[in-house]
């Protein structure tokens, strides 16, 4: 099976500094690749993805990029801010429909 | 428009009882799953189903667990003679095939065994 893992379970960031989560997986066959984030007492709530077909992936100041060499990807965050903390949870899939969840990564950003 | 919703969103109960927990998926969506969250954990998969195919049941931790999905569309996730150590949060999610694997979560049922 697949096995998905982050590199930090936690990261301090000050206000407007960059940031960067990593998340190795194990399967070669994975294609598919998600980052959600979990705000206290809600449910995850997606934010980007990429598929294995591209490199790099934007949206505002959020990108995730892979490495299908390293068997990693990461989450991008430019400019952080207050309401970026949370917990962040990278996934993969080599499937047309199951998951694998990483354990999460709590952000927290430093004013 | 509405997203993925679940209720109750707290349920507290006594060992050995039964327990019920609903999800109402986005409107169209034909994939349904349920995830566990343990506390300070990752999300556990337990059942995915799919239109009218048989679900795949392989994450259900024990035969205390079942899941059913009525007309394509609210799913019932059944804990029977409930342990301590089903205390968590249980995740549903929906998602509509066709357009990749993007998987909306609702707000979650958080689960107290007494």
């Known amino acids: 099976g697949e096995s998905v893992g982050l590199h930090l379970p936690t990261l301090s960031v000050q206000e407007g500094d960059n940031s960067i989560i990593n998340c190795a997986y194990s399967?070669?066959?994975?294609?598919?690749f998600i980052w959600y984030k979990q705000e206290s007492g809600k449910g995850p709530q997606f934010i980007i993805d990429?598929?294995?077909?591209?490199g790099e992936k934007k949206d505002q100041r959020i990108a995730v990029t892979l490495n299908k060499t390293a068997k990693h990807f990461s989450l991008h965050i430019t400019e952080t801010q207050p309401e970026d903390s949370a917990v962040y949870f990278c996934?993969?899939?080599?499937?047309?429909?199951?998951?694998?969840f990483g354990a999460g990564t709590t952000v927290t950003v430093r004013a | 428009g509405a997203g993925v919703s679940q209720s109750p969103s707290n349920k507290v109960t006594e060992k050995g009882k039964d327990v019920e927990l609903r999800c109402d998926p986005i409107?169209?969506?034909?994939?349904l799953y349920w995830y566990r969250q343990s506390l300070g954990q990752g999300l556990e998969f337990l059942i995915y189903?799919?239109?009218?195919?048989?679900?795949?049941k392989s994450g259900l931790p024990s035969d205390r667990f079942s899941a059913e999905r009525t007309g394509g569309s609210v799913s019932t996730l059944t804990i029977q003679r409930t342990q301590q150590e089903d205390s968590a949060v249980y995740l549903c999610?929906?998602?509509?095939?066709?357009?990749?694997?993007?998987?909306?979560f609702g707000p979650g049922t958080r689960l107290t065994v007494l």
């Open positions: 409107s169209g969506h034909t994939a």
């Open positions: 999610a929906s998602r509509y095939r066709g357009q990749g694997d993007t998987q909306y």
């Open positions: 990429i598929r294995s077909n591209v």
């Open positions: 399967n070669s066959a994975s294609d598919y």
């Open positions: 996934a993969a899939s080599s499937n047309d429909y199951k998951l694998s």
């Open positions: 189903f799919q239109g009218n195919s048989a679900p795949d």
